[in-house]
């Protein structure tokens, strides 16, 4: 099994709500990534787990909360989030964070998300 | 720092060739590539590494100059599922992640 899978697909939420992205894989892998997109832009990092501790923060605002119950899981905890906000969120796994050829990371079909 | 590509888009006619080309002002320990059709998730094509190990599909292919710091993707007789947006993404000194390019959209036409 070589998908990474992402829900919802999309996501419409007023900017007092409190939502949930959901991303899983079974493949072993022990790094996840959180990415955002912009339409015609490229993907943005914004957290990394390795082996299930946060290692990477882009400097994302608090709005946004990560979270990694296990290995296969990862979550993305939205609250008071703005319209700016609104863009397609990437998650991905790899192998681990080291880097070399093991490093491919594998990306979900990731979850549109419209804030009003 | 985001590395740069170029073209910013391409047009072809199927069968003809391509090269997208990604640069950097740091020095890199890799170079990954994707293709993102529209819609769709980014899908792995190529890593390169500091040293000349590479990893990808087969009839892809790319080079990686390390002094200079630049990295080119190469698709030879395109095909129309070549089409989507092409981005190098780069990982530099001890931060072990990617930094992806402003992409490339390369259109096949029959």
């Known amino acids: 099994d070589t998908e990474v899978t992402q829900t919802p697909k999309h996501l419409v939420m007023g900017m007092t709500n409190k939502k949930s992205l959901k991303c899983e894989q079974h493949m072993g892998h022990r790094a996840m990534y959180w990415y955002k997109q912009k339409a015609k832009k490229p993907p943005e990092l914004m957290f990394v787990?390795?082996?299930?501790?946060?290692?990477i923060n882009e400097s994302v605002p608090s709005r946004f909360s990560p979270e990694c119950p296990n290995s296969s899981l990862l979550n993305l905890h939205l609250h008071a989030l703005q319209p700016e906000d609104s863009a397609l969120y990437l998650c991905a796994s790899s192998q681990d964070v080291a880097g070399g050829v093991y490093n491919e990371q594998f990306f979900g079909p990731g979850t549109r998300l419209t804030v009003l | 720092q985001q590395p740069v590509q170029s073209p910013q888009a391409v047009i072809l006619r199927e069968g003809e060739d391509a090269v997208i080309n990604c640069s950097s002002s740091?020095?890199?320990?890799?170079v990954h590539w994707y293709r993102q059709k529209h819609g769709e998730a980014p899908v792995f094509l190529m890593i390169?590494?500091?040293?000349?190990e590479q990893k990808g599909h087969e009839k892809i292919s790319a080079s990686f100059n390390e002094k200079k710091q630049q990295s080119s993707l190469y698709l030879t007789a395109s095909q129309l599922s070549y089409s989507g947006t092409y981005f190098c993404g780069t990982e530099s000194g001890s931060a072990r992640q990617l930094t992806f390019g402003s992409g490339t959209q390369l259109t096949v036409l029959p």
């Open positions: 390169l590494l500091k040293g000349g």
């Open positions: 740091k020095a890199l320990y890799s």
């Open positions: 787990y390795s082996y299930e501790k946060l290692s």
